[in-house]
């Protein structure tokens, strides 16, 4: 099993926060308060279904998930160890990032 966290582009005008946010909801049907930055990395990947090389810039924060679920999200939520289950991340930085948010 290959795991990300929560993320995507931002829209328009976004911050890093608001889409944060927007993105934990969309994916997780979760609405989050942000308890603080973790930090930024970016990340060259390669798409093997496009066959081409991707920049990733990402901006990682704690939080904790607010309120009850606001319903289904389009991806399905899995409790990992940050240290254990390491490999399990699909993008090195989205392992780091979790190893800092304890």
């Given at each position: 099993m290959r795991c990300w966290l929560p993320g995507g582009e931002s829209h328009p005008r976004e911050s890093p926060e608001t889409t944060a946010a927007r993105e934990v909801r969309e994916e997780l049907g979760?609405?989050?308060r942000?308890?603080?930055r973790i930090g930024e990395a970016v990340q060259f990947f390669y798409a093997h279904t496009e066959q081409c090389w991707y920049e990733m810039t990402a901006v990682f924060f704690r939080g904790t998930f607010q309120g009850a679920p606001l319903g289904a999200g389009t991806d399905e939520l899995a409790w990992l160890d940050a240290d254990r289950d390491r490999a399990s991340f699909?993008?090195?930085?989205?392992a780091w990032a979790a190893s800092q948010a304890q």
């Open positions: 979760r609405g989050v942000l308890d603080g699909f993008h090195a930085c989205h």
